[in-house]
């Protein structure tokens, strides 16, 4: 029954969702900003939406049954959860006049880069899948650090800028590990990605330039920094990725590799559950 239920959280992107809101609380922390309730949970909803049109839209394209798990039940279920994006949305856009004024104005801008996103896949979508994975970070790691620096101020030091670095590689090399993954999948229901265009070698080699660069950051900070456990929780992040992409045959089994990949947004909890003990 546990199982079932966790399946569904992660066909629905549930885990994704409270991984953004946790990551966005962990920046505040990093930058010593309280970050408002209001904003993270705007966030979340934000993350949800976007995900889930994502994936009906992909659905939407598949004219057989999809072999992917996420994609079939999408494509099963789509008018009910179109509805839900709507109803879900509708309450997002009621909370948007809750947050502070520069959030919001941060906000609009970033819907605005969705938006155009979404209508570039439309108009481009024979050639823009090479960058879908690149701009899909780029978004996430926007999302995450919205509410913390359209409220703060001060000038960003060095380490609050090489953190910004290592969540945009995170992001990029998690989904560029998930399209390796799924080439074959994706092949068959019809879906572009990066490891097509590019190649597995090409791909990988990218994945592994990513993750050594923010473990190169993350040691210099571990040692000369002054958010010590917070790199703790970047190097238990960066560590999953470094599995995914050495033990390969072990986490393609029964979708281990998504699992893992998207709990390593849920690290984070860690920092908050010590200091809640």
């Not at 948007?96 to 819907?111: A, E, M, R, V």
């Not at 953190?163 to 560029?176: D, K, M, R, S, Y």
Request: include cysteine; charged fraction near 15%; proline fraction near 3%.
């Amino acid at each position: 029954m546990l199982n079932q239920v966790l399946k569904l959280a992660r066909i629905l992107s549930i885990d994704v969702v409270l991984g953004a809101c946790l990551c966005s609380l962990f920046v505040g922390r990093y930058f010593h900003t309280q970050i408002p309730s209001v904003s993270v949970i705007c966030l979340g909803i934000s993350v949800w939406v976007i995900y889930t049109v994502d994936h009906l839209l992909d659905a939407s394209k598949i004219s057989h049954k999809a072999h992917s798990p996420r994609h079939y039940f999408h494509q099963k279920y789509f008018f009910p959860l179109l509805v839900a994006v709507v109803l879900v949305g509708l309450v997002n856009f009621r909370l948007i006049f809750f947050l502070p004024t520069p959030t919001l104005h941060w906000g609009i801008i970033l819907t605005a880069l969705v938006v155009l996103y979404f209508l570039m896949l439309k108009i481009f979508r024979k050639d823009f899948y090479v960058q879908k994975e690149f701009i899909i970070s780029l978004i996430y790691t926007a999302g995450i650090f919205t509410p913390q620096l359209s409220v703060d101020h001060h000038d960003m030091r060095l380490e609050e800028i090489f953190l910004i670095i290592q969540f945009f590689f995170i992001a990029l090399a998690n989904l560029l590990e998930f399209s390796s993954f799924e080439r074959f999948i994706d092949k068959m229901d019809g879906h572009k990605s990066f490891v097509q265009f590019a190649g597995s070698r090409v791909t990988n080699l990218l994945i592994k330039m990513f993750v050594s660069v923010s473990f190169f950051l993350n040691v210099g900070l571990i040692l000369y920094g002054t958010h010590r456990y917070e790199q703790l929780v970047i190097t238990a992040m960066l560590s999953t990725l470094g599995l995914l992409i050495a033990f390969p045959h072990f986490f393609e089994r029964s979708e281990r590799y998504r699992i893992w990949g998207d709990a390593i947004f849920l690290y984070p909890s860690i920092i908050f559950l010590i200091e809640w003990v």
